[in-house]
């Protein structure tokens, strides 16, 4: 096959993976705009959320793009390898090397802006608790968008089962909490609410959990497509050489 040849089978392998991907991606965040009782109608559901989280909103749009263009990109390689075209290959360069610039410096802004974001999340979680205590139990969209929550999760409340203390559930269910606060079938009280604390913990702790527990396997798949950014461009690069000696 010769090295210029597996050059391009393999770029187009690679961003055919690519294109499957960005397709997968695209759908997700269209599903994330369509389906009202996502997870972020949770957020629209607060009256008092901090202005920041309107952000959070847009995840959607942010799919959608983000789909847009591994699609884009899935598509130049595969068609410029197979068609050796310069064009689509240079092309193909730029686009990547604008994604890796923008990945590092969302790094770097990440790490910079850390602090802010636990404020924010920290002012999320206070609104998030009024949220309950005001409408779950009487607020249909608030009261099934939590229950949905807490059963996917395995957790109670934000931060535990007090946070369902004086809310109309509790108060129509004579001082009861959600069943998925209690480890053992039955009326959940207050006393078994928190005996069960020991093993279900509130949806916020158990994904910042989880996301603790994770952020060596999150470590690696982010350096991992760093390396693959990396390699697609120098593969790039050398098929658009390699085609340029080959025309002259």
Not at 95 to 122: C, M, R, Y
Not at 218 to 231: D, T
């Amino acid at each position: 096959m010769g090295c210029f040849g597996f050059l391009k089978v393999m770029m187009f392998a690679f961003n055919g993976i690519i294109f499957l991907a960005g397709a997968a991606i695209l759908a997700v965040g269209i599903w994330v705009k369509v389906d009202s009782s996502s997870i972020f109608g949770l957020i629209q559901a607060l009256d008092n959320a901090p202005a920041g989280l309107s952000q959070v909103l847009n995840v959607g749009y942010l799919l959608i793009a983000i789909g847009a263009i591994l699609l884009i990109i899935g598509f130049l390689g595969c068609f410029g390898a197979v068609k050796e075209s310069r064009c689509m290959l240079m092309l193909f360069f730029i686009i990547v090397l604008v994604v890796f610039i923008a990945e590092v410096a969302g790094a770097v802004v990440i790490l910079v802006f850390k602090p802010l974001a636990k404020d924010l999340i920290k002012k999320f979680g206070a609104e998030a608790v009024k949220s309950i205590k005001r409408d779950f139990g009487a607020n249909p969209d608030v009261t099934g968008l939590w229950n949905s929550t807490m059963s996917g999760l395995k957790c109670c409340g934000f931060n535990n089962y007090t946070d369902f203390t004086d809310s109309p559930y509790y108060t129509y269910s004579l001082e009861k909490y959600p069943p998925q606060c209690c480890a053992t079938m039955g009326p959940c009280d207050s006393a078994t609410a928190f005996l069960s604390t020991l093993t279900i913990h509130g949806c916020f702790p158990k994904m910042r959990s989880l996301i603790a527990d994770n952020i060596v396997v999150i470590g690696g798949v982010a350096l991992g497509i760093a390396a693959l950014e990396i390699c697609a461009m120098v593969v790039s690069m050398t098929l658009y050489c390699q085609i340029g000696s080959k025309i002259a």
